[in-house]
């Protein structure tokens, strides 16, 4: 069954300081995979996402992710955080079969940065 | 821009009653989809439909049906509401159907049954 993992429920982080959220994945075939954030009181807004190509995969707000399929892991990463950071952050993959567009999600990581 | 908006952020209802959260998305998008988000479980599918009238099951359908009677709209229906219940519900579309799986989502609806 596909499935994906986000290890750590919360992630403290000093602003200035890189930060990274991890995520690893369980499914067949080739993944997409995609981190999506969700601000205080808001919906979930798209961050970036990985189809094919080069492993490092540039998104909104300086975040970026790495794909590595040996590890099967999309760590998303920034090198220097900030306090406005701070949010809920979802690791998803879509599902390989049955089209639609379905995504599976992690449990969510919450980033907290603190000043 | 794309907008999908959703008709409460806020919801108080008890045990039993019927409860309809409406999601109405701009972009003539097929698809649209219901989950709920729970702490510590992430957003899990309840409901998904890729055209009017066409719906499929997600991985948490039971105590709710959906019904699309227009593109634009994608209802969410508690039959009768239960305490487990109490979440927080997210419609989202991918504006392709078969597209990269990028989605948009509404702000939410808190959902609190008594």
């Known amino acids: 069954a596909q499935s994906v993992a986000q290890p750590e429920d919360q992630v403290n982080v000093a602003e200035g300081n890189p930060l990274t959220v991890k995520c690893t994945y369980s499914?067949?075939?080739?993944?997409?995979l995609f981190w999506y954030v969700q601000y205080p009181n808001r919906g979930l807004q798209f961050l970036l996402k990985y189809i094919t190509g080069d492993n490092l995969v540039k998104g909104s707000y300086g975040f970026e992710a790495e794909f590595n399929k040996s590890q099967t892991s999309f760590h998303l990463k920034k090198p220097s955080a900030l306090v406005s950071d701070s949010a809920l952050y979802f690791c998803a993959v879509r599902a390989p079969t049955g089209g639609y567009n379905k995504l599976i999600f992690g449990a969510g990581t919450r980033l907290a940065v603190h000043p | 821009d794309v907008k999908v908006t959703q008709s409460s952020r806020y919801l108080v209802k008890r045990t039993g009653e019927k409860v309809f959260l409406e999601c109405v998305q701009d972009?003539?998008?097929?698809?649209m989809f219901w989950y709920r988000q729970d702490p510590g479980l992430g957003l899990r599918l309840i409901y998904f439909?890729?055209?009017?009238?066409?719906?499929e099951k997600g991985d948490i359908p039971e105590g709710y049906s959906v019904s699309r009677e227009k593109k634009e709209r994608f209802s969410l229906i508690l039959e009768s509401a239960s305490t487990n219940q109490t979440s927080m519900y997210l419609c989202a579309s991918p504006p392709h159907r078969q597209g990269s799986g990028e989605q948009y989502f509404g702000p939410g609806t808190r959902l609190t049954v008594t």
């Open positions: 499914v067949s075939g080739n993944p997409y």
């Open positions: 972009m003539d998008h097929e698809n």
């Open positions: 439909s890729y055209d009017v009238k066409m719906k």
